[in-house]
């Protein structure tokens, strides 16, 4: 095989691969994500990156940005919807180091991840369910 013909995937390559995945997921799973919107940047903005004390935007494969479900209350009223970010060249370019996962299994997990964080479990909740399975 020639790589000469491909070219790396583009935003909407990754939205499609995200929304792909968002899919496959269980029912059970994606019910309870509700209506997250799913949203893929090249990088997170300065604005990101300052807020997490991250001076290297590929430190950041994904965020999830909103009101997880475990502090939401029915007097929440006009807030914005729950958005999940993919960075597109941090996910790339650890697909690229890794060399040992799709790049689809990837963005599934980057995703899973963020959605986790939308069910309010922590950085480390979602490291612990991961080394369960």
Known sequence: MTWSDRLAPSLDDFAAL????????PEGFRSLAGEVVIRVDDFPDD???????????FE?????????LG????LDFGTQPSRVFLYRRPI??????????SLGDLITHVLVHEIGH?????????????DEE
């Open 18 to 25: 995200g929304r792909a995945a968002f899919d496959a997921l």
């Open 47 to 57: 604005e990101v990156l300052d807020a997490l004390g991250l001076q290297d935007p």
């Open 60 to 68: 950041l494969t994904g965020l999830y940005h909103g009101v997880d």
């Open 71 to 74: 502090r939401r209350s029915v």
């Open 92 to 101: 790339l370019d650890e697909w690229a180091d890794r060399g040992d996962v």
């Open 118 to 130: 939308h069910f309010g479990l922590s950085d480390d909740d979602i490291h612990r369910i991961e």
